[in-house]
């Protein structure tokens, strides 16, 4: 089995060397209750600047979500501004059409069997206003009108308004909204 233990012997080593110590006097003692009341003092500095990097955060957040937000609203906003000036064009351009004069001669030669007169006549009033209105009117149906005065200018006018009243109104109405075929 085995050998015996044998022992060596050691002829020429030195012993380990101890190292030198030196005493070192200390400041004043800490006490347990002094450092628990520094680091609890160190612990609220730490918390305070804690919460005001939160609320800074959360401020610089609610900034920026309100600013694209309000980006948002203003794409918008230009998208509708533009619908509405395509429509007001279209709407524009279809009031120059149906205001054309072409456009109503059309319609009143063909609805309402209209024709352009023969012979344009011009009343003009007379610069003397010493003239009373019954007469004025008078003098100026019978120089308008081949037909004598007899009948008065209050029928003439009457049914020259009435007449007039009638194709504004038939212009107007929906045969003159309609479109010319």
């Not at 011009?122 to 007899?150: H, I, K, Q, R």
Request: hydrophobic content about 50%; some cysteine.
């Amino acid at each position: 089995m085995g050998a015996a233990a044998r022992k060596m012997a050691h002829t020429h080593v030195a012993a380990p060397a101890r190292p030198v110590l030196r005493l070192v006097r200390g400041g004043r003692r800490r006490s347990a209750a002094r450092s628990a009341a520094a680091a609890s003092g160190a612990f609220r500095v730490a918390m305070v600047c804690l919460t005001v990097l939160v609320c800074a955060g959360v401020i610089r957040v609610s900034l920026a979500a309100s600013a694209a937000e309000a980006s948002i609203d203003a794409w918008e906003l230009q998208a509708q501004v533009k619908a509405e000036r395509l429509v007001t064009r279209s709407l524009e351009a279809d009031r120059s059409v149906l205001a054309a004069p072409s456009r109503i001669e059309a319609v009143a030669c063909q609805t309402l069997n209209m024709t352009r007169p023969a012979v344009v006549a011009y009343l003009e009033l007379p610069s003397d206003t010493s003239v009373t209105g019954s007469a004025v009117g008078a003098e100026l149906v019978a120089e308008a009108s081949a037909e004598p005065a007899s009948d008065g200018p209050g029928i003439l006018g009457t049914l020259m308004d009435l007449a007039a009243g009638e194709a504004q109104v038939m212009l107007v109405g929906d045969v003159g909204l309609g479109s010319v075929r």
